[in-house]
């Protein structure tokens, strides 16, 4: 029998992404890639290293979630030219697990107890 992953039993966070395109979410679906930016590595990578991290994608202005993806890896220091932008860090893994366009309105009840319980979108 194969014993069960240390992460397994890991704590849970969430955090949404928000792209400024369509084009970063599609490259990232298709390389099981992301990047963020610097301000964001520290947060995320803590946050690797002590549980299981899930992101939730949401392009601006969009009023929709485009899917949501497992933190695969820490976030290194090697930079992809995928995103054209300077602005970005460095590369993570990503396990894609769900790509679909679902509106905000269909997560209004949620709401982020860490950001004056306002909805999540």
Known sequence: SKSPSPRQYMPVRYFIMKSSNFQNID???QKGIWSTTPSNERKLNGAFWESVV???FSVQGSGHFQGFARMGSS???E???DWGSDGFGGVFKVEW???ESIPFQ???HLLNPWND???VQ
Do not use: E, M, W
Request: net charge positive; with cysteine; glycine share 4%.
């Open 27 to 29: 490259i990232s679906q």
């Open 54 to 56: 899930y992101l939730i």
């Open 75 to 77: 976030i290194g220091c």
């Open 79 to 81: 930079k992809s030219q």
């Open 97 to 99: 697990i769900r790509k």
């Open 106 to 108: 269909f997560a209004h």
């Open 117 to 119: 319980n306002k909805k």
